[in-house]
Structure formats: C-alpha cells, structure tokens
Nanobody, 120 residues
Framework: QLQLVESGGGLVRPGGSLRLSCAAS?????MGWFRQAPGKEREGISC????????NYVDSVKGRFTISRDNAKNTVYLQMNSLKPEDTGVYYC????????????????WGQGTQVTVSS
C-alpha cells in the first residue's frame, strides 16, 4: 500500500509561487496532481509519466504550472507560478495504475492533500 505525502502548501498572494512535493512516489507509475476547490469536485490538473518523458496539463494551469519528478528521491513536484485566487483548493498527489499518462481515470493511490490558498 502506497503512502503518498504532500507538502509545500500555504497562503500566497496572487502572482506568487509555491512548490508542492509528493514524497514516497513510486518510480514505476505515472503520477498526477489533482485539486479540489471549495464547493467543487476534485479535478485532475497534471500528469507525468513514470520516466518523466511525458507531461500534460489542463488548460487552466498550462504555462503556469510545471510537474516534474526525481525518481532517485521518489518525489514528484508541482511548481506553481503566477498563482490566481481560483487556484485555491486542496491539492492531492496520486499514483496511477499505469506508467503513462492517459487522462485522469487511472489514479488509484492518493495522498492526504495540502491546502493552497491564494489571496491578497
């Protein structure tokens, strides 16, 4: 049973940056980041393949967020720049049951989430 642990959330002003980390990420699965805004369903926002060669993003974060992984450290990152108030929510990392990115339906292991609040 995987135990994913997110860290790096917090309060940041609009336009600011945060880097989220997800420890204990297995190197043989694709990994993803999801977020759940207040009053909304959880949505997938980014995915990275097991070897890091493929990444994808939803349109709302494309060009501002960057997903990466260091398999030697079993850690996945989400660098978030130019943050907006609508980026506020609980961010979750997740491990897929496959090694490549194929949408957001294949994620089966979840962390506990970390809160990100973007506010002035």
């Amino acid at each position: 049973q995987l135990q994913l642990v997110e860290s790096g959330g917090g309060l940041v002003r609009p336009g600011g940056s945060l880097r989220l980390s997800c420890a204990a990420s297995p190197d043989y699965y694709a990994m993803g980041w999801f977020r759940q805004a207040p009053g909304k369903e959880r949505e997938g926002i980014s995915c990275i393949s097991s070897n890091g060669g493929t990444t994808n993003y939803v349109d709302s974060v494309k060009g501002r967020f960057t997903i990466s992984r260091d398999n030697a450290k079993n850690t996945v990152y989400l660098q978030m720049n130019s943050l907006k108030p609508e980026d506020t929510g609980v961010y979750y990392c997740a491990a897929a049951s496959i090694h490549y990115c194929a949408g957001f339906d294949y994620f089966v292991y979840w962390g506990q989430g970390t809160q990100v609040t973007v506010s002035s």
